[in-house]
């Protein structure tokens, strides 16, 4: 697994973010009929919250983000974007284990969606998530604070 670390974001990263999302999601969303470029990139600008979201860095580069929002009892894992060249080695793991570590010590379940047929799905299984309710177009899921926090 490559050198990682992740640092509190900062308004200026949300450009990077924006255009990394259009990245990853594209296949997803073609597949899914949903597919805009300017939709793709506006929606994380709109949504996107530097005192909730975390870089990650891959040798003191940009190579992704992730974001962990409090909401009522639970907290939302959005934002989960990790540039093509760093996925498959670790890195996603490492940091979701990372975020779900501190949300089991403070006794906080945590929810997400992802998009039907995406491949990061089988990354939030292998870390206690279970399906909530589905749709067409997302999956919700939840991991409530006495599963493990994932492989080690």
Do not use: K
Not at 45 to 66: L, N
Not at 84 to 113: K, M, T, Y
Not at 137 to 142: A, E, H, L, P
């Amino acid at each position: 697994m490559a050198d990682w670390e992740i640092r509190p974001a900062v308004a200026s990263d949300v450009e990077a973010v924006a255009e990394l999302r259009a990245v990853v999601l594209r296949a997803d969303l073609e597949r899914l009929g949903r597919y805009d470029d300017r939709r793709v990139r506006q929606r994380l600008r709109d949504g996107f919250d530097p005192a909730h979201t975390w870089v990650i860095e891959v040798g003191g580069t940009f190579a992704g983000c992730v974001a962990l929002r409090p909401a009522g009892d639970a907290h939302w894992l959005e934002h989960f974007y990790l540039a093509p060249r760093h996925q498959g080695g670790g890195i996603g793991s490492g940091v979701l284990r990372e975020l779900l570590e501190r949300c089991d010590r403070g006794g906080v379940p945590v929810r997400l969606n992802v998009l039907q047929g995406s491949a990061a799905r089988r990354l939030y299984e292998r870390h206690g998530f279970t399906v909530e309710t589905e749709d067409p177009v997302d999956v919700f899921m939840v991991r409530g604070t006495s599963r493990p926090a994932g492989p080690r």
